[in-house]
């Protein structure tokens, strides 16, 4: 069964200190791995997504990066706009279908 | 853009009762999907549509979820009877024609509570 796993659950950051959130996963046959943002009482929103092992993608003070195990979404001097609940997902192919899996997500607070 | 259009925005009904969702995806999208959101499960894929056709209901819980897309403005998540175990937000999320994967545009959601 895939899995996808992000930690901490919950970060509370000074605004302009520097960190970074986990999304680990299993599954089987890769197929793509997909951040967003959610903001509450909204629907998330598309950030980022990685295909390949070793591939980065950044938007402004984001960055999300890709080994075979596990995403990091790295988060550069944050702003309390950044504030959010960061959600990762994992396609991949399963029974046929391109199955989704999302992580429960990381609640990131930043504090001015 | 108006975005993904979902409707109604709060839903309350009592157990047993029909419960009818609508969303109205992104024009020129060609694939809509419906998820579910809840505190313990997370966000879980239900169904998805490509060009108005039903690809993978695999995550429809049981039976009396249906999902409908009779045009491609327009789509329905049926629950028939509801109950208090459906309590979570519904959302629906368009994705651009041509594009593949989990690049959606998602709606603001319907919260649902069945009591």
């Known amino acids: 069964e895939d899995q996808v796993t992000q930690s901490p659950e919950a970060l509370r950051l000074q605004e302009g200190e520097s960190s970074s959130l986990n999304c680990s996963y299993t599954?089987?046959?890769?197929?793509?791995l997909f951040w967003y943002r959610q903001d509450p009482g909204k629907g998330p929103e598309f950030l980022f997504t990685?295909?390949?092992a070793g591939e980065e993608k950044e938007k402004e003070r984001l960055k999300a990066t890709l080994t075979k195990k596990e995403s990091f979404l790295h988060i550069t001097a944050p702003k309390p706009e950044d504030s959010a609940t960061y959600l990762c997902?994992?396609?991949?192919?399963?029974?046929?279908?391109?199955?989704?899996?999302f992580g429960t997500g990381t609640k990131l607070q930043v504090i001015p | 853009d108006a975005g993904v259009i979902q409707s109604p925005r709060h839903e309350v009904t009592e157990m047993g009762q029909e419960v009818t969702l609508r969303c109205k995806p992104i024009?020129?999208?060609?694939?809509l999907f419906w998820y579910r959101q809840t505190m313990m499960r997370g966000l879980e894929l239900l169904i998805y549509?490509?060009?108005?056709?039903?690809?993978?209901d695999s995550g429809m819980p049981e039976d009396r979820f249906s999902a409908k897309m009779p045009n491609a403005s327009f789509s329905t998540l049926k629950i028939q009877p509801s109950e208090p175990r459906d309590s979570a937000v519904y959302f629906c999320?368009?994705?651009?024609?041509?594009?593949?994967?989990?690049?959606?545009?998602f709606g603001p959601g319907t919260r649902l509570t069945v009591t």
């Open positions: 599954v089987s046959g890769l197929r793509g």
């Open positions: 549509f490509n060009n108005n056709v039903p690809i993978d």
């Open positions: 990685l295909y390949s």
């Open positions: 999320a368009s994705r651009p024609t041509g594009t593949s994967g989990y690049e959606q545009y």
């Open positions: 997902a994992v396609q991949a192919l399963s029974g046929g279908y391109q199955k989704v899996t």
């Open positions: 024009s020129g999208h060609n694939s």
